[in-house]
């Protein structure tokens, strides 16, 4: 397959020796997005230190800067931004451009929901693609409008509302997403906006929200886990520390459990309980993964991982887990393809409106790789190959990543360990969230496991 001039073409070939050292990993993202929201939704100056700097954060910087707020970088990873206050924002002169990021998009739809602005949001073709009637159908209830193309797709119009309603929705389907949406649609109503949301979601928003001084109500109940928030707060500004991403740092510690003789360390790692999922399902293959110099930083738990070369077996990944792990089924596929027996991943309906519907390219990404996959309904099941001779992932194909990021990086993973190198259309999208990966991954690795192809 002949690559344009417009993608980056990668391959990646079996690691040329064991995984090793001490890394760092760019900071978290969800939690980049939310300090650069709701510093420009306090009053004073936030300072960020170990801000995400890839292409989607970076989009959320410039449509804060278009509505009002000051955002400046002071250095590497080191942000202030001067805030305008709970609803100060103002009407952007151009269109919000969000380029590849759902997260940034959605919480976006809250933000101007309560604010009395007309605004035009757009995004790469990728984002074009993904649907926001999950979140414009709930705001709508504050009395916001929002026109988009069918199938509730950007560009989309919004008009906020002038005296937002508070909000009191039950979450179809749990979505950490829709719930930070609402929150901060209610941020401007008067009154307690009510979520409630059929499994615990990352809680990055509920825990920004006290940081900043608002005042957040978490029950567990029979109905679900109830968010309530009191409207109209003033959020004062606050320092923010993002830890490292675990959804980046999984890529690294899978990898490192693949290949022979590894022993690596990723420093600095986020471990809210409701986004480490991933790690607790590694663990339960036989993954040798263990946290050092355990801590908290801005209300967040951090630590340090140790992943070390670990002989995998196949595991049921219950669908209640899906939420604490949904952007790293790519990758656990991956440690699945090299694991011993069958691994099955249930409930994954919500892969299938990712940046690609991750489900089906997931499968694609095993098939082109020699490895036998199925799809079982909303289930993902992977068959094994370490009872192979000589027990490696084959390898050898070409993956298409469907401007995908996590799909790219996940199948680079897979040509670490694998028999023969494994190929990507184009890893440009990697940026989006995680800048330098292929350089700290063969940093790590010690040679140029990944090249252009």
Same mark, same amino acid.
């Given at each position: ?173 749990? /979505? ?70 675990? /959804? ?206």
């Amino acid at each position: 397959m002949a690559a344009s001039a417009a993608t980056t073409p990668l391959r990646a070939s079996a690691a040329p020796g064991p995984l090793s050292g001490r890394l760092t990993v760019p900071g978290d993202k969800s939690i980049s997005h939310r300090a650069l929201m709701f510093g420009a939704l306090a009053v004073g100056t936030t300072e960020i230190t170990g801000l995400l700097e890839g292409e989607d954060v970076l989009r959320t910087a410039a449509a804060m800067r278009a509505l009002g707020a000051t955002v400046e970088q002071l250095a590497p990873g080191r942000w202030r931004v001067a805030g305008r206050g709970v609803g100060g924002l103002v009407e952007p002169a151009d269109v919000l451009d969000m380029g590849n990021s759902g997260t940034a998009a959605r919480l976006l739809c809250g933000l101007l929901a309560g604010h009395p602005i007309f605004s035009v949001m757009t995004g790469d073709a990728s984002l074009r693609k993904r649907p926001m009637s999950r979140v414009t159908v709930p705001l709508a209830q504050s009395g916001a409008q929002f026109w988009a193309r069918e199938g509730g797709r950007l560009p989309l119009a919004v008009q906020g509302a002038a005296d937002p309603m508070p909000l009191d929705y039950t979450l179809p389907v749990a /979505s950490a997403q829709v719930k930070s949406a609402c929150l901060l649609a209610g941020l401007c109503a008067r009154g307690t906006t009510r979520v409630v949301e059929p499994e615990p979601t990352r809680d990055h928003t509920e825990n920004m929200l006290r940081h900043f001084g608002a005042t957040v109500r978490v029950t567990d109940t029979a109905e679900g886990r109830v968010i309530e928030l009191d409207g109209q707060p003033e959020l004062v500004a606050a320092p923010i520390m993002v830890p490292g991403d675990p /959804s980046s740092a999984a890529f690294l510690l899978v990898a490192a459990l693949l290949v022979p003789g590894s022993a690596l360390v990723v420093e600095n790692v986020g471990l809210n309980p409701l986004r480490t999922g991933l790690f607790a399902t590694l663990r339960e293959m036989g993954a040798k993964l263990t946290v050092q110099n355990a801590r908290t930083e801005g209300g967040e738990p951090v630590g340090d991982l140790l992943a070390e070369y670990s002989q995998l077996h196949g595991v049921v990944v219950p669908p209640g887990r899906a939420p604490s792990m949904i952007d790293e089924y790519p990758v656990l596929a991956v440690a699945a393809a090299a694991a011993t027996g069958e691994t099955r991943m249930r409930g994954l309906a919500e892969l299938r409106v990712k940046e690609s519907d991750r489900l089906a390219a997931t499968h694609a990404m095993l098939a082109a790789n020699g490895i036998v996959s199925r799809i079982e309904g909303d289930d993902l099941v992977v068959q094994g190959s370490a009872g192979t001779v000589p027990g490696r992932i084959p390898g050898g194909g070409l993956v298409l990543t469907h401007m995908d990021h996590r799909l790219a990086m996940s199948a680079l993973v897979m040509g670490l360990a694998a028999q023969r190198p494994v190929a990507v259309d184009d890893a440009g999208f990697i940026d989006t969230s995680f800048p330098g990966f292929a350089a700290l991954v063969n940093q790590a690795a010690g040679g140029a496991a990944i090249a252009a192809a």
